[in-house]
């Protein structure tokens, strides 16, 4: 269980920021969850649970996707079950139970860059963006590329509204975390491919991509691709499955996505 010295409930996000830096103790409240899962003792910890992040809001071509809306929301949100042919339900429906997804916030997963998670390769192949306080706009590639964490505060993820998507798991139990995962979508701008749980961050399969976005696709093209995305990306192993294991496995759940998506 993580423990801290002092407890703040914020008004803005211009007094969570600036407790922030006074300290690399100091840390930003999400759901919590998954800090309860470790031993860490932290100075301050900022709650942002009043600063109105929980929201998933339809405007113009985008969803916006606020910071503390949990996973149980993305399940439910009507908004998000028409989205990309409700993907983000998916890839959150099956993790744990009920209880836990309703503790779970978007922001405090993607902004940690979890290697087991199910939501970020989602994001990833839906082309996300994340909106950081000082830092702005950036795309959710380029941030999970960035070594470490920032010293910054996750607002919200921002999605485009158009496309179809598949997302594909494996685990050795219902409410277990997966062994693997991937995400394929389609808009007009082509096909984007994430692999998940590798077991480390998400990635995406560039040369898969560029064989299906420069052919016309066939069976004969899928293999190609899938082929490509086994030696492209690197899987490594851990107590859930071994990287060789996880890369014949993502074989057949990239295959299966991309048909999906035609």
Do not use: W
């Not at 690399?24 to 919590?32: C, F």
């Not at 071509?61 to 996973?71: D, V």
């Not at 503790?103 to 950081?132: E, H, Q, R």
């Amino acid at each position: 269980m993580f423990s801290f010295k002092n407890y703040l409930a914020v008004t803005s996000l211009e007094e969570a920021y600036n407790e922030l830096l006074k300290s690399k103790k100091n840390i930003i409240l999400g759901g919590t969850s998954y800090l309860r899962m470790g031993n860490i003792a932290y100075n301050t910890a900022i709650d942002i649970s009043n600063l109105s992040l929980n929201y998933i809001k339809n405007e113009g071509e985008y969803i916006h996707i606020g910071a503390m809306t949990s996973f149980r929301d993305l399940e439910t949100s009507k908004i998000t079950q028409n989205l990309f042919n409700g993907i983000l339900d998916k890839c959150v429906r099956g993790i744990i139970g009920v209880q836990f997804r309703t503790n779970v916030t978007v922001g405090a997963t993607v902004f940690s860059k979890y290697g087991f998670s199910d939501l970020i390769p989602t994001l990833l192949a839906m082309d996300a963006s994340v909106i950081l306080y000082k830092g702005g706009e950036i795309s959710l590639e380029n941030y999970l590329k960035e070594e470490g964490l920032r010293r910054d505060i996750l607002v919200e993820v921002k999605v485009k509204k158009d496309g179809r998507g598949s997302f594909q798991s494996i685990r050795k139990s219902k409410t277990d975390y997966a062994i693997t995962n991937t995400c394929v979508t389609k808009t007009e701008a082509g096909i984007r491919l994430a692999i998940g749980v590798r077991p480390g961050k998400a990635v995406l399969a560039y040369k898969a991509m560029e064989i299906l976005n420069n052919n016309e696709i066939t069976d004969e093209i899928i293999d190609r691709a899938c082929e490509a995305m086994t030696k492209e990306i690197i899987f490594g192993s851990n107590m859930r499955g071994t990287g060789e294991y996880r890369r014949a496995v993502s074989k057949t759940l990239v295959k299966r996505a991309i048909k999906e998506v035609l």
